[in-house]
């Protein structure tokens, strides 16, 4: 896991898809929080959608780590495994923030 990129490219050469990256951010941290709350509640169905829908927008950005992360995720929510589903909960986290933190540095986004 640790030697798949964070993003597929380090040279975004669109400006607006630079301008876009917050705003994917924003709305995969808004949906973590909603999968967490799914999570807690035992609702599996809800977070394999959420994680489903986050996996998505990681594809979309090229997000190579935060995608494969969540599609571990996924498999786990669909075998009903709920000990190991919350280590990839802590995990996925892990790689939302440490992919927030690589935009920053290597796109400059706020």
Request: charged share 30%; net charge negative.
């Amino acid at each position: 896991m640790k030697d798949l990129p964070v993003f597929a490219s380090t040279e975004l050469t669109d400006e607006s898809f630079k301008e876009l990256l917050p705003h994917f951010f924003k709305e995969v941290m808004d949906d973590f929080e909603l999968l967490s709350d799914a999570f807690l509640v035992n609702n599996l169905n809800e977070v394999w959608r959420l994680a489903h829908k986050i996996n998505g927008s990681a594809l979309s950005y090229e997000a190579i780590r935060m995608s494969s992360k969540v599609a571990e995720l996924q498999e786990c929510s669909k075998i009903n495994d709920s000990i190991k589903l919350g280590e990839q909960m802590d995990q996925l986290k892990e790689v939302i923030d440490l992919s927030y933190e690589y935009a920053k540095q290597y796109f400059q986004i706020s």
